[in-house]
């Protein structure tokens, strides 16, 4: 699988981006995919894990401003980000794993990822 992050920026506190990421290669059905963020710094986290049938998963410090979709017909993943702050600052990569729900916030369980796309919010 082949991922190609795209749709970040800089952007002020309060406002909105969306990332996308789009896969090549398989079907993104048969995936967890999950988006992280790597702050200047900081240790890579994680953001967000979707699966078919419409499961998700958010950090706490994203929940309720961040809400993640697919789009199957173009095997594409988005990032919707709102009431963006100057902590949400960070490249942003996707990835994907087949592995069990249950570990949907485990790095090491993510084997494709894609190049990231920065982030950047200004106060």
């Known amino acids: 699988v082949q991922l190609q992050a795209s749709g970040g920026g800089l952007v002020q506190a309060g406002d909105s981006l969306r990332l996308s990421c789009a896969a090549s290669?398989?079907?993104?059905?048969?995936?967890?995919v999950g988006w992280f963020r790597q702050a200047p710094g900081k240790e890579r986290e994680f953001v967000v894990a979707s699966r078919s049938g419409g499961r998700n998963a958010y950090a706490e410090s994203v929940n309720g401003r961040f809400s993640a979709s697919t789009d199957y017909t173009k095997n594409t993943v988005y990032l919707q980000m709102n009431n963006l702050q100057p902590e949400d600052t960070a490249i942003y990569y996707c990835?994907?794993?087949?592995?069990?729900?249950?570990?949907?916030?485990?790095?090491?369980?993510?084997?494709?990822w894609g190049q990231g796309t920065l982030v950047t919010v200004s106060s």
């Open positions: 990835a994907v794993s087949s592995g069990v729900w249950s570990a949907r916030d485990q790095e090491s369980m993510y084997y494709y």
């Open positions: 290669g398989r079907s993104l059905r048969s995936y967890t």
